[in-house]
């Protein structure tokens, strides 16, 4: 590949931003304004979610935009601070240190980096296929119990009292013994704002439109609730003077841009971190990757799954040198953006202009916000991420599935983040390995008067008792090629009678080394045991990669074309009984 | 299932020991003469590469020998200490303690302990596809390189100098500076030793043909080799005293049966050679139960590999109570078992009495054993193992596959088997899930004038502009799920005039939750880009399970019997054009 089409391959805005136009110009920057509105009270909260200072949330929702804009390949995806990855950020910044120390925050830092190059390295390579193994059920188990668990510990700061915890267990037992030292404002507060916000979501689109408005505006401004209830609420603490009674209040925040610096070099906290890393990359993908295709069909545009790790990978690097955390592309505020009209990643780059000018400026006016309605925010949102009839569904399809996802979030609730992906993951592969490993065998045998070969087992079917037909429905590979050794070998021992068998291969895709060698040595155990070994419809390719093997020399019987040619030449009879049969039913 | 069923299944002595006769006990003790005098040399050698006193080899001799024929399925099969495991077990022991020390014993009967407790749960748990994942190439490259280094190693022994090392390079390293120091009475011994076994294995046999003796009894008689070098190398150092020339000699082996005795109970070092011990089970296992199939399958007999893994583990374990080291089923010693016409395992325990005796009686005999002629045995033994022209073959047939056997042989020489082995298998089990995330997809037209549809690729057929048809080569699940969606992205977005998709299924042998979730979302990001999707001849086990999902409500196009009846459906001229050249070239 020459370098122009390198450089496009690698930068899409390259290709977006040749066609950029006035119009584009001025409707991105609209987007941008709504965004940015929207954003500024969800990077605060997911910020203190992950245990950090207010202003790690706005510098995280800068450099990683504009970074995007340059790599990403979606038109419309946002990224920035998510629910999910912040929790997972307090949990592994957790094992290293304590929240407010520097070392915490130079930790969360350190993930963003390691995340970053994770995801870079993985898109480098071409190895995203490693996230497909993050399978549905597991993912979404994690994200229930991720979600159940942050609203959990986000009543600590509703109702003003200490909550504290890596899983569900230890975060109510932390709880229970406060639960005499509810702040009563605080509670208050954290109470309306819940009440008010949930009436958002419910009621107020609906009522908005009776007013006359159109859907998408009224849309739009039902989701600008969470600024509403912030007004309010950081109006009302101030004006009644509620921080002088007990209401924890956000204080000040940092004004003025990020010291842009390189993130901790420590090669010893790295290791520590690099598994948390990498699952905050690996579920930062999936999530992001799954809204991007979902927005990006609606426009019948292409995302390039491996250009996406790129640049997630960008914008977690992005993040880590302007002093923020791990970001990735979120749900709520991609869909934001999308129903704004954003055309091109540019929409994002302004967004990120918007929270800079809202960081130089605006920060004192968040001094007399309360934690209490950041918090309100943070359960509203992550509630809908909650989705346990998800388990009656997946039981309805698939018990496996279902245990991987139980699993999954148990061990999420009951042990922390880590371990309940970790055994999900696990479990999920586990599962894989066991079923590739035992693959669907069925003995065949003729639809009287046809030439079709269908299983005995469902079918009324004849059978010669000197002949075993076996179709094989998967690839021969090493998983399973001792599989078919001990099957062959088990069916010959148990009847005396058979003197020939016929694998049927039309589902063979592939014969990889370990299961020649199995065929071979079957072929030869066959002949010790005086057994003809023949294969009947094998695929073009398979055949192409058989022709020069020992294998075939030393095959004692033949390959046949169809499975009704093979067990014909070895009884002629049932050849004629069938062209007689279809003589009389034509 | 009831007790006597039960205890049958667990305890295959049950079933061959009620048809046991006089005349196959005749049979069986002569088998066991001959098998003994074979199995004393080599135990001795063995014990000694794994860096143990020639006694423990003949301990690891008695009781596993004694346990398979309780628990093990094999007719023939005959365990003990190999090469393979005696090399491992060096390797192991050798990182907890230092040769010779109580310790490194300690050490080595742990091994054991710990191999067999594995092997019993795996079989008691079915969970013997694990061994799967050593595939063919990668077994079969650790056996040769395993095969070069211990030949390496005996150097040291045959020609009287040091030589020691983890790997093939510090095992030259080490013999290099003491090439000066080559003690002539030594070297002569070992040269002539390994020239005579030489000569035994590749012309004895015919010689004794040309004789006038049968084919087998030429056979057996040029196995018993060995016997005859030691015989005249113990009588030659005895007779010229050669051990005060510095010849080294076995020395007094400790007479009598071994005490039994609990293995070490030490947990921590139980931890420490836990992944050792998993190699070494697996790599036992997958040896042995590839020989037993081979015999098996001679005389049409069933080997069950679950029960087999239980015989192997109590062997183990019995290996370790009687203080020997990991054993496994050989191969040269369960074909001497078998051409000697073993027809029960009873042979094998037989063989262990004859071990017992020769253990409490025949010690003193040894003393004189030169070292070097045992490490002259085992260089000849294992340099069978070695196979380099597997690489060639495996080359031929697949690049991957072959890249796996050259990582692992060349991890194996320069760096040691732990490495060499769990490199290997997880370079298979990584290019297995990289291949299982990509499946085969082709689109497909129709052959003009038929009803078939075929790869557009590979057949001249026609297509529409406005239907994609997609024949997916794989089942739908976790690994691939992603994939799909990427890929239906990706087409739709490069053709605007795709109006119609069909995925064709005749390859698609099950569906999983995660590519339910998939087809779910291709289907509703189809319909917001306009796109209808269509199944076609989607197998009855699959269809039985989509039928009550929300897929299928939610589905815009229809499930078609076939991609034919699909097509037609969408583009009824097309019907009309294929019967018609169908009435004209019927």
Chains 1, 2 share one sequence.
């Not at 509703?158 to 569900?168: D, S």
């Not at 991609?334 to 967004?351: H, I, K, L, R, W």
């Not at 079918?459 to 010669?464: E, P």
């Not at 074309?561 to 062209?579: G, K």
């Amino acid at each position: 590949m020459n370098i122009p089409s390198l450089a496009r391959r690698y930068l899409p805005i390259l290709t977006w931003g040749a066609e950029y136009s006035r119009k584009t110009l001025a409707n991105d920057l609209v987007v941008a304004l709504i965004v940015t509105v929207m954003l500024i009270p969800q990077s605060l909260a997911y910020a203190l979610l992950a245990g950090l200072p207010p202003q790690i949330g706005l510098y995280a929702s800068m450099a990683p935009l504009v970074l995007y804009a340059i790599f990403g390949t979606s038109r419309t995806l946002a990224v920035g601070p998510v629910a999910v990855a912040s929790l997972m950020t307090a949990a592994a910044a957790g094992q290293v240190a304590s929240q407010g120390t520097p070392e915490y925050l130079g930790a969360a830092i350190a993930l963003a980096v390691v995340s970053g190059l994770l995801l870079l390295a993985m898109g480098l390579m071409r190895l995203g296929f490693l996230a497909n193994f993050l399978s549905h059920p597991v993912i979404s188990g994690f994200i229930t119990a991720s979600g159940i668990q942050i609203a959990a510990g986000q009543l600590g700061p509703v109702l003003g009292i200490h909550a504290e915890g890596e899983n569900l267990v230890d975060l109510l037992k932390s709880m229970v013994p406060n639960l005499a030292h509810i702040n009563p404002y605080t509670a208050v507060i954290g109470g309306a704002t819940l009440a008010f916000l949930f009436w958002v979501r419910g009621s107020l689109k609906p009522l908005l439109m009776r007013f006359g408005l159109g859907d998408r505006a009224a849309g739009m401004l039902a989701k600008v609730g969470p600024v509403m209830a912030i007004v309010a609420t950081t109006g009302a603490v101030w004006g009644l003077g509620l921080s002088e009674h007990g209401v924890k209040i956000v204080g000040t925040v940092p004004k003025g841009l990020p010291k842009l610096a390189l993130p901790p070099m420590d090669l010893a906290l790295w290791m520590k971190i690099l598994v948390p890393a990498l699952l905050i990359s690996v579920v930062g993908y999936v999530e992001s990757i799954s809204v991007a295709l979902t927005l990006a069909a609606k426009r019948r545009q292409r995302v390039d799954p491996d250009q996406e790790l790129i640049a997630l990978g960008m914008s977690n690097i992005g993040a880590a040198v302007s002093g923020g955390f791990p970001v990735t592309g979120g749900f709520a505020r991609s869909v934001v953006n999308f129903e704004a009209g954003a055309e091109t990643p540019a929409a994002g780059a302004f967004t990120a202009i918007g929270i800079a000018l809202a960081t130089m400026f605006l920060t004192p006016l968040l001094f007399f916000l309360p934690n209490a309605t950041l918090a309100a925010t943070i359960i509203v949102a992550v509630l809908s991420l909650v989705d346990l009839g998800a388990l009656r569904r997946t039981y309805a399809y698939s018990r496996t599935d279902c245990a991987a996802m139980a699993a999954t979030i148990l061990l999420t609730l009951f042990d922390g983040v880590e371990a309940g992906l970790l055994a999900g993951v696990g479990l999920s592969i586990f599962l894989h390995l066991y079923r590739t490993s035992r693959p669907h065998v069925a003995v065949v045998g003729q639809i009287p008067g046809t030439m079709n070969f269908r299983n005995v087992a469902r079918h009324d079917v004849v059978t010669d008792p000197g002949v075993l037909s076996l179709r094989v429905d998967a690839s021969l590979y090493f998983p399973n090629a001792r599989f078919i050794e001990d099957y062959i070998n088990g069916a010959v021992a148990a009847n005396p009678a058979i003197r020939h068998i016929i694998l049927e291969c039309p589902a063979v895709n592939t014969v990889d080394y370990s299961a020649l060698e199995s065929l071979e040595a079957v072929n030869l155990r066959l002949k010790d045991g005086g057994v003809t070994l023949h294969l009947s419809e094998v695929k073009g390719p398979v055949m192409d990669g058989l022709k020069e093997t020992h294998f075939l020399k030393e095959l004692t019987g033949q390959i046949h074309l169809t499975q009704y040619d093979a067990v014909s030449s070895i009884n002629p009879e049932l050849a004629i009984r069938t062209l007689e049969a279809q003589r009389l039913n034509p």
